[in-house]
Nanobody
């Protein structure tokens, strides 16, 4: 059974940092994007960041560029999101995601995702 388990969420003040982790089990995610989406109350789920198996290709949403850093450790089947300079508008449930690297895929939309985690709450206070 494939599972993606997020951890590291919590409450932080604006300007602070958090590191999210996503541990994958049930299979190895070679040739899969791994990434993060988030969903704030009353809003649609939106793309945050994604990284290819090779680590060479990385995409970020414009709203987090320069503040968030995505990385993965394939040997540990784990992915990370280091979030810095957090803003109240970053408050959301953050979901780990994985998708096979089909040629035209970028994993920047929810419909492209093959596997989802349960989500972890991130709350940034002003």
């Amino acid at each position: 059974q494939v599972q993606l388990q997020e951890s590291g969420g919590g409450l932080v003040q604006a300007g602070g940092s958090l590191r999210l982790s996503c541990a994958a089990s049930g299979r190895t995610f070679n040739n899969h994007f791994m990434g993060w989406f988030r969903q704030a109350p009353g809003k649609e789920r939106e793309f945050v960041a994604a990284i290819k198996w090779s680590g060479v290709t990385i995409n970020y949403a414009d709203s987090v560029k320069g503040r968030f850093t995505i990385s993965r450790d394939n040997a540990k089947n784990t992915m990370y999101l280091l979030m810095s300079s957090l803003k109240p508008e970053d408050t959301a449930i953050y979901y780990c995601a994985a998708a096979y690297e089909y040629l035209t895929r970028t994993m920047t939309t929810p419909v492209e995702v093959d596997y989802w985690g349960q989500g972890t709450q991130v709350t940034v206070s002003s």
